[in-house]
């Protein structure tokens, strides 16, 4: 409702001011005309001569513009005719070009065939290449290996040669300990052979006496005399033993083993200062 009464009030106003505008635009429309209507003859005279001057302008310039389209016209021709001269060479160069061209793509043809090659043999040569650097990575890597177990050989031989060195000298002080120990062994063993001498002959001289012994046991003695004799063979065998034992003490004392022979034949005195000892009892049994 409010707006249809707005609307109704705006009608009724603009109903009110346009005959106003409409005769305004009448008296502007009016005057416009009377301002284009010539008022007298000579004016009529001086519009006509002014159109006759402005057609007169109009004709001269399009006089010059067609002159100046003229000249360029000739100027074009000449430079058609310049342009087909051209043309034609153009046309020369490019039936030859084209030869050319034919020529040079059987050889691009040929050149893409040679590098579809090389790039199969590039391909082969690089995977070649990767190959043999593995192989080179896996050789630097062995190589590493090699010279550090080199290294580690050398300090062992460094160790060794001083080890040797030093086995060198003792075996150098060993030999000469030897060479006086050895010394020391023959002058033992000249001395055991002394013994063994002595302890023969002891054993050798008890023997012939106790043959002699059993020969006069065997035979009828008088009673006096049978504890002399059996004084007289302990006598003996009580010298040959405590020999023997002064020759074990000496070679105790000298602080070295007994050669094989030496101790074989020691081991015999001991056993023959057994026998003995054994057979005195005997003796003195059968003589009591």
Sequence with gaps: MIFALGFLIAGLIALAIAPAFWHRSIRLSTRRLEMQLPLSARELFAERDFIRAEAAVDRRRIEQKLEALNRTHI?????????????????????SLGALNSTQRA???????????????????????SE????????????????DVEKK?????????????????????????????????SRIEDELDAVKTTSEA?????????DGLGQELAAPRPAAQTPVAEQ?????????????????????????????????GAQGDREAGRDNVHILPKAGASSR
């Design 75 to 95: 100027a074009d021709m000449t430079e058609i005719g310049r342009r087909e001269w051209r043309i034609a060479g153009l046309e020369t160069q490019v039936a």
């Design 107 to 129: 050889e691009l043809a040929f050149l893409k065939e040679s590098l579809a090659q090389f790039s199969a043999e590039l391909d082969a040569t690089a995977h070649a290449l």
């Design 132 to 147: 043999m650097r593995d192989v080179s990575q896996q050789q630097s890597i062995e190589l590493q290996r090699l010279e």
């Design 153 to 185: 050989l050398q300090a062992t031989i460094d160790e060794q040669n001083l080890s040797l060195a030093k086995s060198a000298v003792d075996l150098a002080k060993l030999l000469e300990e030897c060479t006086a120990q050895t010394a020391r062994a």
């Design 202 to 210: 002891a054993r050798k001289a008890d023997l012939v006496k106790r």
């Design 232 to 264: 007289e063979e302990n006598a003996v065998l009580r010298q040959n033993i405590n020999e023997i034992g002064a020759a074990i003490i000496r070679m105790a004392k000298a602080g070295l083993a007994t050669p094989p022979a030496a101790e074989a």
